[in-house]
Nanobody, 117 residues
Framework: ARLVESGGGLVQSGGSLRLSCLGS???????????MGWYRQAPGKQREMVATISSRGDTNYKDSVKGRFTISRDNAVKKMYLRMNSLKVEDTAVYYC?????????WGQGTQVIVSS
């Protein structure tokens, strides 16, 4: 089982992107209870939490993305999403999908987001 991100790319400041994370190979009984989230790492900086979503759909956001980003999940297709609106240059980073459950931490390979001014 692994996490596969997609949807990154180059976008102008003020634009939008939607990232997707597929839980490939997970069975529903494992995927559905997992706590999931999006993290990002900019060049020269530590990885930071962007948004998280619980198995019940409770969400939490980094202050600087509140009102601009929306995290969601669709357990039926084993996917998690991050809708990013009003993107800023400082949102440029590699975005990683994370899933945690039953003592196991999964990470995707990352997808690059570049926001140009």
């Amino acid at each position: 089982a692994r996490l596969v991100e997609s949807g990154g790319g180059l976008v102008q400041s003020g634009g939008s992107l939607r990232l997707s994370c597929l839980g490939s190979g997970f069975i529903s009984s494992v995927f559905n209870p997992m706590h999931m989230g999006w993290y990002r790492q900019a060049p020269g900086k530590q990885r930071e939490m962007v948004a998280t979503i619980s198995s019940r759909g409770d969400t939490n956001y980094k202050d600087s993305v509140k009102g601009r980003f929306t995290i969601s999940r669709d357990n039926a297709v084993k996917k998690m999403y991050l809708r990013m609106n009003s993107l800023k240059v400082e949102d440029t980073a590699v975005y990683y999908c994370n899933a945690y459950g039953s003592g196991t931490d999964y990470w995707g390979q990352g997808t690059q987001v570049i926001v140009s001014s």
